[in-house]
């Protein structure tokens, strides 16, 4: 049974919750959110237990899950790549290239698995567009 720590159960972390409580062979050992508010739905709604200290939900992981906002990317990855743990980032991978070019060869030199979530390719409206889209000039994005 693989062990999964989730940082950050907002919005988003939710779905992650939700999604981990799927996969047969993981289970949620924990998370970490520093707003109580969030802690508190998800310890009633899921019975997860919440971790106050990050690096101790890193140790009892086997991997993380980090869906915290992307300032806190670079830390936590580090944190879970010192202890030889596999990752999961939301995206965007770092705040700056420079922490991303950090992470890249911290996982290397750990050897560790270390996946940035990019599921917008799986979006409908994403695949729906790839009929109708055939050599875009200009993308314009909007982050709601």
Same mark, same amino acid.
């Given at each position: 049974?693989?062990?999964?720590?989730?940082?950050?159960?907002? /919005?988003?972390?939710?779905?992650?919750?939700?999604?981990?409580?799927?996969?047969?062979?993981?289970?949620?050992?924990?998370?970490?959110? @520093?707003?109580?508010?969030?802690?508190?739905? $998800?310890?009633?709604?899921?019975?997860?237990?919440?971790?106050?200290?990050?690096?101790?939900?890193?140790?009892?992981?086997?991997?993380?899950?980090?869906?915290?906002?992307?300032?806190?990317?670079?830390?936590?990855?580090?944190?879970?790549?010192? /202890?030889?743990?596999?990752?999961?980032?939301?995206?965007?991978?770092?705040?700056?290239?420079?922490?991303?070019?950090?992470?890249?060869?911290?996982?290397?030199?750990?050897?560790?698995?270390?996946? $940035?979530?990019?599921?917008?390719?799986?979006? @409908?409206?994403?695949?729906?567009?790839?009929?109708?889209?055939?050599?875009?000039?200009?993308?314009?994005?909007?982050?709601?």
């Amino acid at each position: 049974m693989l062990k999964i720590g989730i940082f950050g159960v907002g /919005h988003l972390g939710k779905f992650h919750v939700n999604n981990w409580k799927q996969v047969a062979d993981a289970e949620v050992i924990g998370f970490y959110d @520093p707003n109580d508010a969030n802690a508190e739905a $998800v310890v009633k709604e899921y019975g997860i237990p919440r971790f106050t200290v990050p690096e101790e939900l890193v140790k009892a992981s086997d991997a993380v899950d980090i869906i915290a906002p992307t300032n806190h990317h670079f830390a936590l990855v580090n944190a879970a790549v010192r /202890h030889g743990k596999h990752v999961f980032v939301e995206k965007p991978l770092a705040a700056t290239l420079k922490e991303a070019r950090e992470i890249v060869q911290l996982v290397r030199e750990a050897g560790i698995k270390l996946q $940035v979530g990019h599921v917008e390719r799986f979006n @409908p409206a994403f695949l729906a567009a790839l009929d109708v889209v055939n050599q875009p000039m200009f993308i314009e994005v909007h982050r709601l």
